[in-house]
């Protein structure tokens, strides 16, 4: 179980730089970007409700919709509907995504809140949403087994109330085999549809610990702030002398825990 989660951090989740790692190659590394501080979504909608009731996994997903957008991929950790999300890096590079900024994101689905963390810049801002779950309620009963990403699975669907008075469709697909994992789950909410697909899928309990951000990081006041902060960095870093890109020159006292309560 350690030695999942252990894997996984050192694929991105890890919360520190390697000191230097960004020094020799940072010319070729991609340039954060203004969106790169917001997660997709699928990560802050409703399509991720049913896994509220899993006290643990680890998985890849890889979200796509129905109008043709560049699919959406990346690492997923979850703990009773709170989720760590890393985007897959999109630069062709070897570990640039450590030395270009490493954005992933900390979430709540519960309380519709949560965190942007860069490792580069070794900083988190708050984020929130305002369109909550107030409801649920099962449409269908389950129709024959299927076979999804290949696992024996039961479909069925689920209708979502929101808080913002609009409503989700969502269509799971639930594996036989791994205690009803929705190995598929596909969203439709005002015309708008996404699939979402699972795989290498692992039902290993994370340490809460994770849910938090690092007390060494700086807190800064929104998510825009964190990216110009990041941006500018960038900036100079490319164009001064070698070292590593952002050293934080204040630390926020460690927060008092993710909303909804949650603590180490």
């Known amino acids: 179980m350690k030695r999942t989660y252990h894997a996984l951090l050192v694929l991105g989740l890890a919360m520190a730089l390697v000191a230097g790692c960004a020094s020799e190659k940072r010319k070729d590394a991609a340039m954060a970007r203004v969106g790169d501080e917001t997660p ?13 009731n ?12 129905a109008n043709g957008a560049p699919a959406v991929s ?8 709170r989720l760590i999300y890393q985007p897959s890096t999109t630069a062709n590079i070897k570990k640039a995504k450590y030395y270009r900024g490493g954005m992933f994101f900390i979430w709540d689905t519960t309380t519709q809140k949560g965190y942007v ?3 580069a810049l070794q900083g988190y801002a ?7 779950v107030t409801n649920q309620v099962e449409l269908t009963k389950e129709l024959a087994s299927e076979i999804v990403n290949g696992h024996p699975c039961h479909r069925g669907q689920v209708l979502i109330a929101l808080s913002d008075g609009s409503s989700a469709r969502l269509t799971e697909w639930r594996a036989d085999d791994l205690r009803r994992f929705p190995v598929r789950v596909r969203s439709e909410i005002a015309g708008r549809e996404i699939t979402v697909d699972f795989s290498n899928i692992r039902l290993d309990l994370p340490s809460r610990e994770l849910f938090l951000p690092p ?8 998510s825009m702030a964190l990216i110009n902060e990041l941006m500018i960095r960038e900036s100079s870093f490319r164009s001064g002398p070698s070292g590593p890109l952002a ?18």
Not at 126 to 132: E, L
């Open 40 to 52: 997709p979504d699928f990560v802050t909608g409703p399509a991720l409700v049913s896994l509220q």
């Open 54 to 65: 899993f006290d643990g996994f680890s998985a890849d997903v890889v979200a796509t919709t």
């Open 74 to 81: 990346g690492q997923l950790i979850g703990l009773l509907g």
């Open 117 to 119: 963390l860069s490792e």
């Open 126 to 132: 708050p984020i929130s949403s305002t369109a909550g």
């Open 215 to 222: 007390g060494s990081f700086t807190r800064y006041a929104s």
């Open 247 to 264: 050293a934080p020159v204040e630390t926020d006292e460690h927060p008092a825990g993710m909303p909804g309560g949650l603590h180490p």
